[in-house]
């Protein structure tokens, strides 16, 4: 058994992995590292195999026919052997010093009676146009160094999101939601930090800056015109996030995740009818509307707060009501730095 497993979807990743892998390695025996060579074109295979030899008793290697980002962190949780689990993507990297502490206090909660479910640490962007960093943290929403429960946490402002660079899941808490990601789909990211949540009963806080997020790649699923020529698997994401959890049904003492989740549903409501409405043909705006049916289909109540959340204000009608939803995206990409 090990403490931690790294998870490193890997996909035509030669140019920058071993940058990760080196990142990774100073956790030591306790943990392991699954690359997942996902049907990689270049030397990727290769190399993973190669540092696997190198580090028998920490790397493993899994090639596989090419699934996708999502096919990469399920073989991730089917194979791992470590207490917790996380993800690091193989252009990402961590910060070594803040992985020495972390490693500490998860020794801590293996000694634990109960034990903590999910650990959270602030994450930075890392943005190469312009060599700037933009770090995210939750100081002033969650308690910080001790256990606490989803009773205690404080609002999330939209630029404050957990994302997957900023958890550590209890592996059984995966295994145990059914958490399974779509095959050849981006963005599969939103589900990994969506449906395990509910079964979170024990938090941990650490205020350090541990995972650094590239943003600069061309062909980046966060690039704008991606986003636009993708946003078919935005909604698919977007519809799963819909039907896979009933936040009506969460209990009273998990009201407060319950509007954190359903702000975060909310979000992926805007992001999907603004990329639709930047696409602006025919075919994109009926998509736009086939998904506000189909959320008011499933569940009446949550489609009512989004028409009252910012996401009802991303789907005004007529040509106008498009200007000002393109308008208020620019606005909140400078406030937010989504980019």
């Known amino acids: 058994m090990k403490l931690i497993t790294f ?8 140019a920058y992995m071993d940058r990760c892998i080196k990142t990774l390695l100073p956790a030591g025996e306790d943990a392991e590292i699954i690359l997942v060579d996902d049907g990689s074109k270049d030397e990727t295979g290769a190399i993973a195999d190669a540092w696997a030899e190198k580090y028998p008793d920490i790397i493993r290697v899994i090639h596989q026919e090419n699934g996708g980002h999502g096919e990469g962190v399920n ?19 961590l910060d070594t010093d803040a992985l020495a502490k972390v490693m500490e206090k998860l020794r801590a909660f293996a000694a634990m009676e109960t034990p903590v479910d999910l650990l959270l640490c602030n994450y930075v962007y890392e943005h190469t146009v312009d060599n700037t960093r933009h770090t995210v943290r939750y100081t002033g929403v969650l308690p910080v160094d001790r256990p606490f ?41 939103n589900i990994f930090v969506y449906l395990p949540l509910p079964r979170c009963q024990k938090l941990y806080y650490m205020d350090l800056d541990l995972y650094r997020y590239f943003i ?5 699923s966060v690039n704008e ?3 636009v020529k993708r946003v078919d698997q935005q909604l698919r994401v977007t519809k799963l996030m819909i039907t896979q959890v009933n936040l009506y049904s969460l209990p009273p003492e998990q009201k407060k995740l319950q509007a954190y989740m359903f702000n975060y549903l909310s979000m992926m409501m805007t992001i999907s009818s603004v990329f639709l409405t930047m696409d602006g043909s025919a075919e994109a705006l009926q998509k736009k509307r086939e998904l506000w049916q189909f959320l008011k289909l499933h569940d009446r109540r949550v489609y009512r707060r989004c028409r009252l959340s ?3 204000l991303c789907d005004l009608p007529g040509k106008g009501g498009r200007a000002v939803t393109l308008w208020g995206y620019r606005v909140a990409q400078k406030i937010f730095k989504f980019n």
Not at 7 to 14: E, K, L, M
């Open 7 to 14: 998870t490193v979807p890997c996909y035509n990743s030669a």
């Open 75 to 93: 073989q991730g949780i089917r194979n791992a052997r470590g207490v917790y689990f996380k993800v690091v993507d193989s252009d990402d990297w």
């Open 149 to 189: 429960t989803w009773a205690e946490i404080g609002h999330f402002p939209q630029s404050q999101n957990i994302l997957m660079h900023s958890v550590i899941y209890r592996t059984q808490i995966l295994r145990d939601c059914g958490l399974r990601l779509p095959k050849h789909t981006f963005y599969v990211d």
């Open 216 to 220: 600069g790649r061309e062909d980046q």
């Open 225 to 227: 015109k991606v986003m």
């Open 310 to 312: 910012v996401a009802g």
